[in-house]
C-alpha cells in the first residue's frame, strides 16, 4: 500500500482544512487507516483512527469533537476533517496503513501500521 496525503496549509485559528490521503493498490479496503501528527519538538502522536467497514472510529482526547475521519474505499481514499482548529494543532499530519489487512492492533500506537504516506503540513495561526 503507498500513501499520499495532501490538504495541508495555513489556516487561521477557528476555520477548517479537509486532509485527504490517497491509497494505490487494490487491497486497500482491508486495511485499517489512521492519523497521527508531529508537531514541531515533539514526537509522532496518535490522531485518528478509522477501522476497515469505517464502522469504528477512535480519536485522540485533544481532537474529539473537533476532527472527523472518514474513508471511500471506492475511491481508496481516506479523510481528516479538522474544525475549529487551534494554534496547538499545527503539525505535520500523516496517513497510515495498518502493518496487515484486517489487523487488530492497539490502534494509538505507530508501530501498529506498516505504511506511511509522506506527510502534509498544517500550519494554524492564532
Known amino acids: 500500500v503507498q500513501l499520499q496525503a495532501s490538504g495541508g496549509g495555513l489556516v487561521q485559528a477557528g476555520g477548517s482544512l479537509r486532509l485527504s490521503c490517497a491509497a494505490s493498490?487494490?487491497?486497500?479496503?482491508?486495511?485499517?487507516m489512521g492519523w497521527f501528527r508531529r508537531a514541531p519538538g515533539n514526537e509522532r502522536e496518535f490522531v485518528a483512527r478509522i477501522s476497515v467497514s469505517g464502522g469504528n472510529l477512535y480519536y485522540a482526547d485533544s481532537v474529539k469533537g473537533r476532527f472527523t475521519i472518514s474513508r471511500d474505499n471506492a475511491k481508496n481514499a481516506v479523510y481528516l476533517q479538522m474544525n475549529s482548529l487551534k494554534p496547538e494543532d499545527t503539525a505535520i499530519y500523516y496517513c497510515a496503513a495498518d502493518a496487515l489487512p484486517y489487523y487488530s492492533g492497539n490502534y494509538y500506537r505507530a508501530t501498529t501500521y506498516g505504511y506511511w504516506g509522506q506527510g502534509t503540513l498544517v500550519t494554524v495561526s492564532s
Open positions: 493498490g487494490r487491497t486497500f479496503s482491508t486495511y485499517g
